[in-house]
Nanobody, 127 residues
Framework: QVHPVESGGGLVQPGGSLRLSCEAS????????IGWFRQAPGKEREGVSC??????????YYADSVKGRFTVSRDNGKNTVYLQMNSLKPEDSAVYYC??????????????????WGQGTQVTVSS
């Protein structure tokens, strides 16, 4: 089991960019698919993106609401997965979480597929 930790959240103006990081110390981190989720106040947790292990045949997926604006990548040498967020909108404001699953990504990204969660990092998009 891995223990992911998010970082990189903050306050950004509409149209701006942020890069979130999801890091774990376990060497097995690279064998897990990593999902990104977000949860705004009063709303359900929403799947944003998922990247499969580099060594697998699995794919990378995005929610329709972020396609073309968000990009997920992983650096196995640093045990880190990144979520690059561009053209941010106020509706992207939420607590962002990363989570790990020991299978490849499913095109439909739902929280119940993931077993190990980080503590979350706040992203606020506001002028």
């Amino acid at each position: 089991q891995v223990h992911p930790v998010e970082s990189g959240g903050g306050l950004v103006q509409p149209g701006g960019s942020l890069r979130l990081s999801c890091e774990a110390s376990e060497f097995t981190f690279k064998y897990y698919a990593i999902g990104w989720f977000r949860q705004a106040p009063g709303k359900e947790r929403e799947g944003v993106s998922c990247v499969s292990p580099s060594s697998s045949s699995g794919g990378t997926y995005y929610a329709d609401s972020v396609k073309g604006r968000f990009t997920v990548s992983r650096d196995n040498g640093k045990n880190t997965v990144y979520l690059q967020m561009n053209s941010l909108k106020p509706e992207d404001s939420a607590v962002y979480y990363c989570a790990a699953r020991d299978h490849i990504c499913n095109p439909i990204i739902t929280p119940d597929q993931f077993g190990a969660w980080g503590q979350g990092t706040q992203v606020t998009v506001s002028s």
